[in-house]
């Protein structure tokens, strides 16, 4: 079992106030500012929010089930370069988180690739906890040599 | 009702056993955090993040606008609201790893609220956060909320 956790502290109210995501326990990353503005709107001003701290979660989860499936089959990757874009609509939630991947994969064809990736997709534990609430797609490609 | 987007990259080298991967913010808040299998399933972290603890940080951070908006609402702004997210992955037989649950801490310092409502506004803000309803598919959401001072 492994847990990891993380604090936030907001003061006042929704629209004017603001938030800190403390730095993080592994020590990783942060302190972190967010803001309701930046959240909602396109300008983020360099600030990150849950839909990126989600979109991170889900990229980095899904890479490392992608590795573990290729090389299992036998075909352990050199590098996977993938994002996720995670749409939020105020008043609706989080609607979609997009994968996209290109994946540097020797001797790999690229049914077999976007197969490995489909289950990769399906698999991982980010995309467990997220299925059936939000839409999930996906990019896969062979990065040409 | 205008769609936001926001995305994160990530390169990952190698196998997942021996394997590194860095991980980037679109908006640049973070940069290269590494990350490995080690890490992720192991007890210590190493000054390095995982994919649990970028989803506790999501899940206090969107609780967090969720609450405020809620005693906003209700006419009571809050003066400092403290959340802590505890993002629990185990493994389930025939299932492998499943994030499991979402463990979080409330301490709130809010005037003009009594603790019935403040529990009825607690509630309302798990409904109304998208995180908690998101990643109800495998993990419940506990919450244990305190009104201070």
Redesign the interface.
């Known amino acids: 079992?492994?847990?990891?956790?993380?604090?936030?502290?907001?003061?006042?109210?929704?629209?004017s106030?603001n938030?800190e995501?403390h730095e993080?326990?592994?020590?990783?990353?942060?302190p972190?500012q967010?803001t309701?503005a930046s959240?909602?709107?396109?300008e983020?001003g360099?600030?990150?929010?849950?839909?990126?701290?989600?979109?991170?979660?889900?990229?980095?989860?899904?890479?490392?089930a992608?590795?573990?499936g290729?090389?299992k089959a036998g075909n352990?990757?050199?590098?996977?370069?993938?994002?996720?874009?995670?749409?939020?609509?105020?008043?609706?939630?989080?609607?979609r988180s997009a994968l996209a991947v290109v994946g540097h994969v020797p001797g790999i064809d690229e049914d077999s690739f976007k197969a490995a990736a489909d289950a990769a997709k399906d698999?991982c534990?980010?995309s467990?906890?997220?299925?059936?609430?939000?839409e999930l797609t996906l990019d896969a490609r062979l990065a040409a040599e | 009702m205008p769609r936001i987007e926001r995305h994160a990259n990530v390169v990952w080298e190698g196998n997942l056993a021996r394997g590194t991967g860095r991980i980037s913010a679109g908006t640049g808040a973070f940069e290269d955090l590494d990350y490995s299998i080690a890490v992720r399933v192991g007890k210590g972290t190493e000054g390095k993040t995982s994919p649990e603890e970028l989803l506790a940080a999501a899940h206090a951070g969107c609780y967090a606008t969720s609450l405020a908006g809620e005693l906003t609402q209700a006419g009571s702004p809050p003066g400092q609201l403290e959340i802590t997210s505890n993002v629990v992955m185990d493994e389930v037989e025939g299932q492998g790893h499943v994030i499991v649950e979402s463990q979080l801490r409330v301490r709130a310092r809010v005037a003009g609220v009594d603790a019935e409502a403040f529990r009825r506004i607690v509630a309302q803000a798990d409904e109304g956060c998208s995180f908690s309803k998101l990643i109800k598919a495998s993990a419940k959401v506990s919450i244990d909320a305190e009104l201070e001072g």
Do not use: Y
């Open positions: 079992m492994a847990e990891r956790s993380a604090q936030v502290t907001w003061q006042g109210d929704l629209m106030g938030g995501v993080a326990p592994s020590g990783a990353f942060g972190l967010i309701w959240r909602s709107e396109d983020h360099g600030k990150t929010s849950p839909e990126e701290l989600i979109a991170a979660a889900h990229a980095s989860c899904f890479s490392m992608l590795s573990l290729l090389a352990p990757p050199e590098r996977l370069e993938t994002s996720a874009t995670v749409t939020f609509v105020p008043g609706t939630g989080i609607t698999g534990p980010v467990g906890a997220l299925k059936g609430n939000v």
